[in-house]
């Protein structure tokens, strides 16, 4: 019967664990762990736009270079128009340009900007991912000390089931070990008969008496 009772307990306990290890989905670890992904998704799409940001850079650059090859071609070209006298030629030079030499000072002050930006950009994104890596070291603490929270509560369950509602402990099992070998249990003492019984016996010692001396 005590072998069925502490099975019966042992599966109760077992359905416990279970409950307690799905609640902990909901523990701050999980959430944690919430966060983290969410973190680690922002810092992916961030590190998407300073890709983007730097190839913008390039193609400002590209922008420029093309520009400033522009205006020294026209520049060459409206001297040469204004030796050889052919002024149509020179009056569309110059307007070139200065075309070409407004566009490569726009250029110049945006590719300045820019540059200012992506540097902004790429000290943010490193700070962001050292967040990320910080909250993973966190995580890994916060594990560490749940794990062994887990662990002393089960340990302390089986050494000392009195003080934590669990069931049969080590000793408990100890003393049921060694009481299955112990064999019968010895004769009842003559201490523990009752007067009854013991006059019961002494009328059948007499009985046995008178039928020795007949």
Not at 103 to 121: H, K, M, P, Q, Y
Not at 131 to 139: A, E
Not at 145 to 157: F, L, P, V, Y
Not at 165 to 192: F, T, W
């Amino acid at each position: 019967m005590n072998t069925l009772w502490n099975r019966i307990k042992y599966s109760v306990q077992a359905d416990l664990h279970d409950l307690l290890d799905k609640k902990e989905q909901h523990n701050p670890i999980a959430l944690l762990n919430e966060y983290i992904r969410a973190a680690e998704k922002q810092t992916d799409s961030t590190g998407r736009l300073l890709e983007r940001q730097a190839k913008l850079k390039a193609e400002l650059d590209k922008e420029r270079a093309e520009a400033a090859a522009m205006l020294d071609k026209r520049r060459a070209q409206l001297e040469l128009a204004e030796k050889a006298g052919e002024e149509d030629l020179a009056a569309f030079a110059r307007d070139e340009v200065r075309a070409y030499g407004s566009r490569v000072a726009e250029l110049e002050g945006s590719i300045l900007e820019t540059e200012g930006e992506l540097i902004a950009l790429e000290r943010k994104f490193e700070e962001m991912k050292h967040k990320v890596k910080d909250m993973k070291v966190r995580q890994l603490q916060l594990m560490g000390k749940e794990n062994a929270t887990r662990a002393h509560r089960r340990m302390d369950s089986f050494i000392e089931p009195e003080n934590n509602g669990s069931v049969a402990s080590y000793s408990e099992m100890r003393d049921y070990i060694e009481n299955l070998g112990a064999g019968p249990k010895p004769a009842q003492p003559e201490a523990d008969r009752s007067s009854m019984e013991r006059r019961l016996d002494a009328l059948t010692i007499i009985e046995e008496c008178e039928s020795k001396s007949v």
